[in-house]
């Protein structure tokens, strides 16, 4: 099949972005990284970010190695799988791993150079953490782009003239977003635990108990803390969104093979429409990056305004450019679709805005969890928890709208459940994902630039920096307290999204695994056909896929079961790091003569290394039960259980992450709003008592919580790539 011009765009759209992105390395790179001392602390968290990562890819080898054999020995033994499965699947987890690779290591050079910018203006601080966030951003879209465009024309040529082509290929393909996925979850439960072992340990040694500073460099905990902050928020914020990103884009090319096979032509302008919006989103969120900027003495409302404009204005302009796109297309409903994309844009930006209401303390939510600390500890947790609960129905809601209205414009507002109408309507809510995901450049730019700033904060306390740039740094800090909580909901929003659009792409994997065993059906007339005729209904029809089969409900109860079962072992995992870190902190202020006097040196090494021995042994197992869940329940109840699994796993765990990731915010930004000199100030009872809420709720957003999104994905994605196995256990 001839490949259309347009086309062409998106490796373009891939080589500008990787270009965007080194042009802000260099830029950044180039600025000053301070006094000796700063060079020396962003020396040391370089080191550990990086002897961390290298123990995690070695771990993550291993695991890819034996999965890419079992699905070799499936594809080429068995002939349950497609024979380029194995390499998608590596290729998918190699650029994923990349991403985060990347992003790290630009945020561990860009820390003291942000502190070192914050000591002339705030603006300066604000423009080196946000454009090196911008280097994630658009190192994330050019790599997925380019993984995509890459699958694609190679595909495109070894199937060409095959009847099922385009449906064979976007399949094939969703099989690197396994891959990304199994990458993206070990990263982000890897870096969570080792992230938050460190922090937990340092805040109730040091801040609760020896009564000592965040960031004091006394503290033996502290550099662990800032590496983690870059292994756990952005290496693996990175690896999370690159699958985000590029599931969304596969899954709604899979199905818009699907929707218009009948019109072969216009069936593949339905293929390439997700990847063309997303390659146009690439230059406008490069433009939106030059539109961020402040002024000195900015507020908060300032601050978060400034990052606002280039987020809107680059949503705006794709908004817009959708409808051109799709009407050059020349697809089907072009319109009712560019309105499915509205859709999805206007939900992120709702559940964004959601967040920042719930999260940031300019507002009551978390004013009053800082004014429950009045009292202690136990009310600020009640507190947050609570919020933390009513925070889930603003999200909840808007994705449910989002769903209909989505399906409703795809369809030309008409509500029918016809095979036709399904197919199109699932397509809309699809690429309402690929609309939410589409200025990614830029929203993940905002998400990645809070952990530089985070740790640029760090460096300027233990450099005894002046107190204005503390005062500077920790503005910019709070900031990215707020919009770390908004990317997460962002993330969260696009997953549930790209997994609904995954459920119909399992369906039509099962197709093609019937397929090619010759298996035969009966349809909803009665009739013997042979998978290849077969539409959705039919397969939920011969599956007995109804909220009355026993299959489907305890695949559900199951699915809902395992976002919990899965919060439940990581909140475990960094309870036990986290008390290994607190006993090694209280061993070195009780052993190592001086500390407290700032004579003597901790042993930041010792710590490094609990979190790192940690994070290592303790992210193996919920990783891989993630992966086990699915093929056990696809092998016992088959395709109607898988179904029920992946609708109570997407419910459940898109409620669940949202009340986790903002509950956490919550907390974290009330004892940002205490330390500001508000109920008590820095030292007092309702400080104290707002530590212990941020320390519960460290976990809870940045380990638990953000790691949900991706176990939804990933069992929708094991279960696209097993069902093979489950056909013939079936």
């Not at 380019?146 to 003239?161: K, S, T």
Request: hydrophobic share 50%; glycine share 12%; aromatic share 8%.
């Amino acid at each position: 099949m001839t490949i259309p011009a347009a086309f062409w765009i998106v490796p373009v759209a891939s080589v500008v972005a990787l270009g965007m992105a080194w042009t802000f390395f260099r830029s950044m790179m180039g600025a000053d990284e301070g006094t000796p001392r700063m060079k020396e602390i962003a020396g040391h968290v370089r080191r550990g970010a990086m002897a961390y990562l290298k123990q995690q890819y070695k771990v993550v080898t291993i695991v890819f190695v034996v999965l890419a054999v079992l699905f070799a020995f499936m594809a080429y033994v068995l002939h349950w799988q497609n024979p380029w499965v194995p390499f998608a699947f590596l290729t998918g987890g190699f650029f994923s791993g990349l991403a985060g690779f990347f992003g790290m290591k630009t945020a561990t050079y860009a820390s003291a150079r942000t502190a070192n910018a914050a000591r002339q203006s705030m603006d300066a601080g604000l423009k080196i953490a946000f454009r090196s966030g911008a280097v994630m951003g658009l190192t994330v879209v050019g790599l997925g782009l380019l993984d995509i465009a890459i699958w694609f024309l190679i595909l495109n040529h070894f199937y060409q003239g095959d009847q099922m082509a385009l449906i064979t290929i976007t399949t094939t393909m969703l099989t690197f977003g396994m891959g990304a996925s199994t990458q993206a979850l070990f990263a982000r439960v890897g870096g969570g635990i080792y992230t938050k072992a460190a922090d937990v340990g340092a805040d109730i040694v040091g801040k609760v108990e020896a009564d000592i500073p965040e960031d004091d460099p006394r503290n033996p905990a502290t550099i662990a803390d800032n590496v983690g902050d870059n292994v756990g928020d952005v290496a693996g914020m990175g690896a999370d969104l690159y699958e985000s990103y590029c599931g969304s884009i596969l899954s709604t090319a899979a199905l818009g093979a699907t929707a218009f096979a009948m019109v072969p032509d216009m069936q593949l302008r339905a293929v390439i429409a997700p990847m063309l919006i997303a390659a146009v989103g690439v230059f406008l969120s490069i433009f939106g990056v030059y539109l961020v900027r402040t002024k000195e003495g900015a507020t908060m409302k300032d601050l978060l305004h400034s990052l606002s404009l280039g987020t809107n204005v680059s949503a705006v302009l794709i908004a817009a450019a959708t409808f051109a796109i799709l009407y050059l297309l020349q697809i089907e409903n072009w319109l009712g679709l560019s309105f499915s994309v509205i859709t999805g844009l206007a939900a992120g930006v709702i559940i964004g805005q959601a967040t920042e209401y719930y999260t940031s303390h300019s507002y009551k939510p978390t004013q009053k969890i800082s004014e429950a600390g009045l009292t202690g500890s136990a009310t600020v947790i009640i507190k947050g928890i609570g919020t933390g609960m009513i925070s889930t129905c603003i999200p909840v809601v808007t994705i449910g709208v989002a769903i209909l209205l989505s399906y409703l414009c795809a369809n030309g507002f008409n509500m029918e459940m016809s095979a036709e109408a399904l197919s199109k309507g699932l397509y809309g809510i699809g690429i309402a994902a690929v609309g939410m995901l589409s200025t990614l450049g830029i929203t993940l730019a905002t998400d990645a630039y809070g952990p530089i700033a985070d740790n640029a904060g760090g460096n300027a306390e233990m450099s005894e920096l002046g107190e204005e740039v503390r005062h500077r740094t920790d503005a910019l800090d709070a900031l990215g307290n707020t919009t770390a909580a908004t990317g997460k909901g962002f993330a969260i929003g696009s997953a549930a999204l790209t997994a609904l659009a995954l459920l119909a792409s399992y369906i039509e994997e099962v197709k093609i695994a019937m397929e090619r065993t010759g298996t035969t059906l009966t349809n909803l007339k009665g009739e013997v056909i042979n998978a290849a005729q077969a539409t959705i209904p039919d397969f939920m029809n011969y599956f007995q896929v109804t909220l009355m089969n026993p299959k489907v409900l305890v695949g559900a109860f199951i699915g809902g079961m395992a976002a919990f079962l899965f919060c439940g072992l990581t909140m475990e995992a960094v309870g036990r790091a986290a008390q290994k870190m607190v006993e090694e902190v209280r061993r070195q202020f009780r052993e190592i003569k001086g500390i407290m006097e700032g004579k003597a040196t901790p042993d930041y090494g010792s710590c490094v290394e609990i979190s790192t021995r940690a994070a290592q042994h303790e992210m193996i197992f919920p990783s891989l039960l993630a992966i086990a869940i699915p093929i056990v329940v696809g092998c016992v109840l088959g395709v109607a259980g898988v179904l029920g699994l992946l609708v109570g796993g997407l419910t459940c765990g898109f409620t669940l992450a949202v009340f986790m990731a903002n509950a956490g915010g919550a907390w974290d930004n009330a004892k940002k709003m205490v330390e500001e000199g508000n109920f008590g100030g820095k030292g007092s009872f309702a400080h104290k008592a707002t530590i212990v809420g941020d320390t519960v709720g460290d976990p809870f957003k940045d380990t638990s919580g953000p790691s949900l999104n991706i176990l939804i994905k990933l069992m929708s994605m094991v279960s696209i790539v097993m069902a093979g196995l489950t056909v013939a256990f079936s």
